[in-house]
């Protein structure tokens, strides 16, 4: 009997500690503690808060050199240098990416990228891509291996193809280089 009892008794004086540290706690604590519980992908807002500072039009756009395309869709513009340039959506915005496979977490985003005299025949042009999440603490996107050509119909128009792999919603800068050219943007994630 005495045996069954000293363990009881343990867990009980626990149990009251426990329960007198918990009421002793601040509440501000509890409430610091019960935020970073929570999903920073459940507090992402659908609209762009202040505090992302999207890439948006300038009163100047950069316009491609010729032969390259021109004209984009009515909710984007490109951003760049002849030397690296991207089309972006005029609201900063990119919603509901899908993810790669069912099983991912990850939003998987398909970048075309353009630069001035790239040859399409460079199968795996030296593009790299990384990003990091400003408004929230997350790991790095993550990129294909490498970069691939592309280029439409008439070839005349070569661009490099990345896929990237962003691991959570939110404010996003994401960098391309390559070679002696970088190039910036921000960008809000939501669904």
Not at 120 to 129: A, I, R, S
Request: proline fraction near 12%.
């Amino acid at each position: 009997m005495k045996n069954r009892v000293f363990p009881l008794t343990i867990i009980s004086l626990f149990t009251l500690i426990s329960f007198v540290a918990a009421l002793q706690t601040p509440h501000s604590a509890q409430v610091a503690f019960a935020s970073m519980s929570q999903d920073p992908q459940d507090s992402v807002a659908k609209e762009v808060p202040e505090s992302c500072p999207v890439t948006k039009p300038t009163a100047h756009p950069f316009v491609p050199p010729v032969p390259y395309p021109i004209l984009t869709g009515p909710d984007g513009f490109w951003f760049g240098t002849e030397k690296l340039w991207i089309q972006l959506p005029t609201d900063g915005t990119w919603k509901g990416l899908p993810h790669y496979r069912p099983t991912d977490t990850a939003f998987r985003q398909k970048l075309l990228w353009w630069r001035e005299g790239y040859d399409w025949h460079d199968y795996q042009p030296p593009l790299k891509v990384t990003g990091k999440r400003l408004d929230f603490p997350a790991p790095p996107l993550a990129t294909d291996e490498h970069a691939n050509g592309g280029w439409t119909d008439d070839r005349d128009h070569p661009f490099i193809v990345v896929g990237i792999d962003i691991p959570t919603l939110g404010c996003w800068k994401i960098t391309g280089r390559f070679e002696d050219a970088e190039l910036s943007y921000v960008i809000w994630v939501t669904q």
